[in-house]
């Protein structure tokens, strides 16, 4: 990390606000109050605990190193951030995942499972409650089909502004998302400014999201999808320790996942989806046709989902097709 041999907190700020980019990203999130700044670095003005919570969120890379420096004053108030900011995922909690995969029954334990861990991360990710939804995506087979078209939302969860239960807008990401780059390529992927489009890093935006970082599911190298995460805060993921936890808890979660789940990378091959703005209309009446084909073929309700995903992702990719064919 840049300015180690800083020694005083006021000088590192000093030194971190003259570089272009930061003072910008200062500007645009705090505002006015990135006037005080000036204060605090000439001695004149004591920075609030909560001033100083809302710059190290706009200045992830230098957490650790500007709590540090700050000293005991401010030990009490930070505490808590720090110890979630080193420590690893909790031996009790391992322990609570393990013991659910052995005893829950199957028909029930993906659902368990991920929703026990997803809650889990979300209080170690976001303990300020700044604003994170966390998604299980999964690989999309189909009896048709040899290889994995496409990916679909499957699992998730948020604090605020996004609901706590997000499983109603599951939908469908393919090669154009962050996602689809992560599980093609089996490694993490992070945007961390997805409304400047500065990346070469694909992206599909959606409500409140700022930045996302994404660690794929893995079991023997073969990948059932990925864990997606989302933030209202951009730069959230440059902070070594989130990817850390993000990786560990998509490890974590492959004990949802059954073997036959995971594929080899040779046999994905995302295509690219529709936009979520242009899928919406086609999710309309999705409940209601799972209990129509329940009906119908006396299958039970997750059967009859999987047989509407299925139509779903043909007609969409089939939407996605003619437009390009437009375009064209």
């Known amino acids: ?13 000093k030194l971190i606000i003259q570089e272009p980019e930061i ?6 999130e705090i505002g006015k109050q990135a006037v ?14 909560q001033n ?16 540090e420096l700050l000293g005991d004053d401010y030990a009490d108030a930070f505490y808590t951030d720090s110890v979630d900011a080193t420590r690893d995922i909790p031996a009790m909690f391992i322990a609570s995942v393990l013991s659910a995969r052995a005893k829950t029954h199957k028909e029930i334990r993906y659902w368990s499972l991920c929703r026990l861990i997803i809650e889990q991360a979300l209080g170690q990710l976001d303990p300020d409650r700044l604003g994170m939804a966390i998604t299980v995506v999964r690989c999309m087979k189909t009896e048709k089909h040899p290889h994995i078209r496409s990916l679909r939302e499957s699992a998730a969860f948020g604090t605020s502004p996004w609901p706590g239960n997000l499983d109603q807008n599951a939908m469908f990401l393919g090669a154009e998302s962050l996602a689809g780059l992560c599980v093609s390529s089996c490694r993490e992927v992070q945007n961390n400014d997805i409304r400047g489009n500065s990346s070469l890093l694909p992206a599909h935006q959606v409500d409140f999201e700022l930045s996302a970082a994404a660690a794929p599911i893995l079991l023997s190298g073969k990948c059932a999808g990925c864990m997606l995460v989302s933030s209202t805060q951009p730069n959230f993921f440059l902070s070594q320790y989130r990817l850390a936890f993000i990786r560990n808890y998509a490890n974590m979660l492959a004990l949802a996942f059954e073997p036959h789940d995971f594929y080899e990378s040779s046999d994905i091959r995302l295509e690219v989806m529709p936009l979520h703005t242009v899928q919406r209309a086609y999710f309309s009446d999705f409940h209601r046709r799972i209990l ?3 009906a119908e073929t006396n299958q039970t309700a997750q059967e009859a989902e999987l047989k509407v995903w299925e139509a779903l992702e043909e007609t969409l990719l089939e939407v996605q097709r003619q437009k390009q064919a437009m375009l064209a």
């Not at 003072?23 to 645009?28: A, G, L, P, Q």
């Not at 005080?36 to 605990?49: Q, Y």
């Not at 100083?52 to 709590?67: G, H, M, T």
């Open 23 to 28: 003072r910008k990203r200062i500007d645009n």
């Open 292 to 294: 129509e084909i329940a």
């Open 52 to 67: 100083l919570k809302q710059l190290l969120n706009v200045l992830p890379e230098y957490r650790e190193q500007i709590i």
């Open 1 to 13: 990390m840049p300015y180690e041999d800083v020694t005083d907190w006021r000088e590192l700020l």
């Open 36 to 49: 005080n700044i000036k204060r605090w670095i000439n001695g004149k003005a004591e920075p609030r605990v």
